[in-house]
């Protein structure tokens, strides 16, 4: 990304390593601003193209981050989690007590009275552009209120499935609305597509941490899982994902290329083309969960899978249950050449979605400020991601890691001394505070010792209480004191 | 039914066959008010209970019908199918063929150009209560717009579970909020029952002729269709349903034992109270579709099957796509003692519905004056269904018989003279007519002379046209002329 000469290189290399060390030794402090780029450029006598190759260069490896209109401040100082866990590959099945600890933690997650800290539904409505809706779904229904009489018949609003490929267009897919099926939500859209193009008995290969909802549901459908090497920065490891290709281990596959839930990671545009290019070789279909693509932070949106999608084999869910109107679960899938058997099976699993819903969000999407209003989620869930790493890093036990993520508001921590994570989650349902534990996001017992945290909240009182009970509980558990403010200046091992 | 005293009987019995000859001959033609009681009573010297009699026997008879608040009028000449089609009980796959067959008559049936006799949904949204439901909403709306930013959540709204709850108990259930589950239209409530409640390769059965789409819905989800007999008046043979349970020939029943979709029969409450004992006894699920048992033109509503349910074996599924708000597709299941599975289901489907939609259709409920509305339809389609069977006896060919529904707004059309309906919908398929032809509503041949026709549609010239010329395509293809008016007087078999 570097512009510069090779002087210049050696430059702001130089003013970097400057910068980084005075990060790591805790002379600046997590949270706080960099001097301005002027100034820093004025005393340093270098030019401020040169800070500016500097700040990029700190961004990269994890230290700071730009805040859109702000300036640059320094991140929480938690280590990366750098290293996929172990793994065989073993096709299971989840056990029945895996089972009923997802039931568990959803319903815990889904109490109103529990103070959650890693639900991945913001519930804070200020969040989302709710009153323009609504203004929008009361002009709908005053012009016309018919629309409430008409029967909603698949494949639902054109207009919607339109505004839908128009802004596909942007993100570099390139899609026509007859591409395109709407559905109830993402989970809709994976159900079908799962439904589509496996048969019981088949097995679907899942990055490693995945969402913890695909467990019961590959086995609601009798599907059999198998995990996948998945690096918390990089991503699946399509090495990995060959081999089982080439060994026809998996019929189909599913993952999140962008924002994963629960790391954050993004995979690189190079890796994307290399995944569009090994489903579309080995015939095997890639159901990508879209579900945070505009929620990336990076700017220009790194385009989908889907975009190198060259005969069909990518099956693109989403929805705009993130990003617009959670309320309304209207969400979608471009199902490639699976595109009439998911259609057909969007009929006969509940027909359509509601017109006028969908007629809302298509004015929304085209008049109603998307893209300013996605600017300022971005905005606000990378200033909360590093509050809440810094929270983190504050009341956690020493050594405690923790991913970096590149969109989203999901992030994934380890826990050091072998805290039993679900152990930790049932002494803090006692006093009502709701964590994801990490045995949730493997058939395996890999994860027990780590935890899906959220910051899609508002950071008040409540919030940085139930982190700092958490953090107490794990230190606790851990027999190991708090991590400091400047504590556990690990270096990102993956600089 | 009769209150009367023997001699009574005979009288107001001389009465009713006075009148009936009156409508064989034609000298009372379809359509017309009967004289008032009181005159009729005055003529004959009898007193206004004897009239009374007499007309309920009539009625009874399936030759005259009862108006609220206008009086008794002469129903259509149609002759009435009275017998169910010659049975074997074969486990079928369905053939390809035949899915193609669906997906063409369910394109076409959703073509908006198209003039559509035999669609079961009202396009008209004259029907609904469009404006009141429009003002709540836009109510809701202002008072609570954050509604739209807050994640839906299984189970769902609590306020709509407990009006259906509240209405559910008037109707012969009791039931609490706790045993809902909202869904995604009645079809989501159907297909999250099956996957409740079977295993791939399990044996559903079903009415004959049934409800079309369930043949592509059961092969979707790898399950085989065992057809049983159903009288086209008194419905499921629960001979023969007994018969398969004790043979275990079937893991499943669905049923719609009232206003059944095509043929409109209600089952007799004793048949309700048997096949509930039956489900019970043997242990097998019944999937009892509700979908039109506000519908049922008998005063007061007869009771679902799930209302004799004793050990939770009934999943009652229902939806209000009919009767409120055919856009908001919003269904409900009380699944029983399947409860837990189907909810879990629900949320690994499709998570939720809109609280803004539910909570909208929950104050409808509470006071939006749902039974006034409901009394509306009844009378609306109760009317409707004898002026179309009026236009099939005045234009289809000589010797067309058609059911008597007693709810609901379809019907079900027996054509003689081997007119292939099939054909019949290609023709006028031709002339942007669509109708929907027997070979659908069952995996075997058996009703390729049938027609289903609905008439949920305003009796505008284009519907009377249509109507005329599907008669008109009939009459060709079985080489017969078109009935009378007074024509083809055969008295129902079954009086």
Not at 191 to 200: E, Y
């Amino acid at each position: 990304m570097s512009l510069a000469s090779s002087t210049d290189q050696r430059l702001y290399q130089q003013l970097a390593d400057n910068f980084a060390e005075a990060i790591h030794q805790g002379t600046l402090k997590p949270g706080k601003r960099l001097p301005a780029i002027r100034r820093v450029a004025q005393s340093h006598q270098v030019s401020v193209n040169t800070v500016l190759n500097a700040w990029q260069l700190l961004e990269d490896r994890g230290l700071i981050e730009a805040r859109p209109q702000s300036g640059y401040y320094v991140r929480g100082m938690l280590p990366a989690v750098t290293r996929a866990g172990q793994h065989k590959a073993r096709v299971r099945d989840p056990s029945s007590e895996k089972l009923d600890l997802i039931d568990k933690v959803f319903a815990a997650q889904n109490h109103p009275d529990y103070t959650n800290i890693s639900l991945a539904c913001p519930q804070d409505s200020e969040l989302f552009p709710s009153t323009r809706i609504a203004r929008i779904t009361a002009s709908l229904l005053r012009r016309q209120p018919n629309l409430i009489g008409r029967y909603a018949l698949p494949p639902g609003s054109v207009y919607l499935r339109e505004e839908i490929a128009r802004r596909a267009l942007h993100a570099g897919h390139s899609l026509t609305a007859d591409e395109i099926t709407l559905t109830h939500g993402c989970i809709e859209a994976l159900q079908l597509a799962l439904r589509a193009v496996t048969q019981p008995g088949d097995c679907v290969g899942l990055e490693s941490p995945t969402y913890f909802f695909l467990f019961p549901l590959l086995a609601s459908l009798g599907l059999k899982a198998l995990e996948i090497p998945t690096d918390p920065q990089h991503g699946l490891s399509l090495d990995a994902l060959e081999m089982l290709l080439q060994e026809k281990r998996i019929q189909a596959l599913i993952a999140m290329p962008s924002a994963q839930n629960p790391l954050g990671y993004c995979m690189s545009l190079e890796n994307k083309k290399r995944l569009a290019k090994l489903v579309n070789t080995y015939q095997v279909p890639l159901l990508e969960d879209g579900l945070y693509d505009e929620l990336q932070f990076d700017w220009p949106l790194s385009p989908a899978v889907k975009a190198f999608d060259q005969q069909g084999w990518v099956l693109y869910c989403t929805s705009f249950t993130k990003t617009i109107a959670p309320d309304f679960r209207i969400g979608w899938i471009a199902a490639g050449r699976f595109h009439d058997a998911v259609a057909r099976l969007k009929a006969l699993s509940s027909m359509a979605e509601s017109s006028l819903l969908s007629e809302t969000l298509a004015a929304f999407l085209a008049n109603g400020g998307y893209d300013h209003h996605l600017r300022t989620l971005r905005r606000r869930y990378a200033a909360n991601l590093d509050e809440a790493r810094g929270l983190i890093a504050r009341h956690f036990p020493q050594g405690t890691r923790a991913t970096l993520p590149r969109g989203g508001f999901v992030f994934w921590v380890e826990l050091p001394g072998n805290v039993n994570t679900t152990e930790m989650f049932d002494r803090l349902l006692q006093e009502q505070i709701c964590v994801t534990p990490g045995a949730l996001y493997s058939l395996s017992e890999r994860y027990n010792h780590a935890l899906r945290l959220s910051c899609c909240y508002p950071f008040d009182e409540r919030y940085t209480w139930a982190i700092r009970r958490a953090g107490a509980v794990a230190c606790e558990l851990a027999g190991l004191p708090p991590g400091q403010d400047h504590g556990v200046p690990l270096r990102p091992q993956t600089v």
